[in-house]
């Protein structure tokens, strides 16, 4: 099966900033929308916008996004499975509870890694996953070419798939994310209160903190469920969080100039090597592997990829007219491509590598 899909029918549950993106981004490719949503006059409000073609739930859609609050994901996914025959994924921030909580083949776990300032639909952007990480976890059961699907699908929003288990995804969305949101809480939280003591302290916030906090001006509804679902990986990193401000205030305290410079050097370092997506034909390779036609091969695959942090520019599958074999085909970054493939073959795949120039 080719990943390479005509626009169809697609569904959207919840229409608010996410979701109203994914409708706006879909229908700017052609697809054919459909939206609904738990509030009252929000979906009314996205087909106002454009972000949806018509209203309810379509039975024919072939993927249905589903992009409600993290606590009703799972039931809302269930409902989609019952009343659609295509695949079903979510956009919740937190993977692990969910994907336990619905075990069907067609449905994949997905997490954009996108937002912004503005609330609701109004807020929505068709550009808003260009550049942006999606992450997948797939799972043992996980059919691949559901996996396929939503891959090529959220790909060709602009976005950059990444494949983690849902376990994995939550400890990471905690370090990125999750940790990140509360200290812009407790920074802004301490400049409002010197802010009463001193009217000009917020006029001076530019540059660096601004940068720091804008993400707590964003919706502070969806936050509670997701630390609640979230709560051991959250409260690890806060945790490592204190311990390392300890140890930079006892730096400053002592006045460890060439101690404190290291560390602000080894931050620097790390943040100009965070890794960018592939951009060019001439760094990308194309990987084949032969592999039986069994559910989880594709999972096993693709996290592998991760875990060694090789980003995959497209999937596809190749199925065997007879038997149960098939060719998994994937686009990866050149420079990641032989560490790749020595993985593999580790592993006990048969892997070809080729360059596409």
């Known amino acids: 099966m080719s990943t390479c899909l005509e626009p169809g029918r697609a569904a959207v549950v919840g229409t608010g900033l996410i979701g109203g993106s994914i409708g706006l981004a879909l229908r700017a490719r052609g697809w054919h929308v459909t939206g609904s949503d738990a509030l009252a006059g929000a979906a009314e409000r996205a087909l106002e916008l454009g972000a949806i073609d018509a209203i309810g739930v ?31 994924t979510d956009v919740g921030g937190v993977k692990s509870s969910i994907v336990q909580a619905v075990d069907q083949a067609r449905f994949v776990g997905g997490h954009p890694m996108a937002g912004s300032e503005q609330l609701g639909v109004d807020g929505a952007s068709a ?124 730096l400053v305290d002592r006045r460890a100039r060439p101690g ?24 990308v390779a194309e990987v084949r592997i032969p592999v039986l036609d069994r559910a989880g091969v594709l999972a096993e695959v693709t996290t592998l990829a991760s875990a060694l942090g090789v980003n995959i520019a497209d999937v596809e599958i190749a199925h065997s007219s007879e038997g149960d074999a098939g060719v998994l085909i994937l686009l990866v970054d050149s420079a990641r491509a032989e560490a790749f493939r020595l993985s593999l073959v580790e592993r006990g795949y048969r892997p070809a590598v080729q360059g596409l120039e």
Not at 148 to 166: K, Q, R, T
Not at 213 to 240: F, K
């Open 127 to 250: 550009a808003l996953f260009e550049g942006a990480v999606w992450v997948l976890t797939p799972v043992e059961g996980t059919d691949d070419d559901a996996y396929a699907l939503v891959a090529s699908v959220v790909g060709s929003l602009g976005a950059e798939v990444v494949a983690l288990p849902p376990e994995r995804h939550d400890a990471l969305v905690a370090v990125v994310s999750h940790v990140p949101h509360l200290t812009a809480a407790a920074l802004m939280g301490i400049a409002n209160e010197r802010s009463e003591e001193h009217a000009a302290l917020l006029r001076l916030a530019a540059g660096g903190f601004r940068d720091m906090t804008r993400i707590a001006a964003g919706s502070p509804l969806i936050w509670p469920d997701i630390y609640d679902e979230n709560r051991e990986a959250v409260v690890e990193v806060v945790d490592r969080l204190i311990d390392e401000l300890g140890r930079l205030r006892e």
């Open 58 to 88: 379509d039975p024919d859609a072939v993927i249905t996004f589903v992009a409600a609050p993290v606590r009703a994901i799972a039931d809302e996914v269930r409902r989609a499975l019952g009343v659609t025959r295509g695949v079903v």
């Open 260 to 283: 404190l410079l290291d560390a602000l050097q080894q931050a620097q370092s790390a943040r100009r090597n965070l890794p960018s997506r592939i951009v060019r034909p001439s760094e």
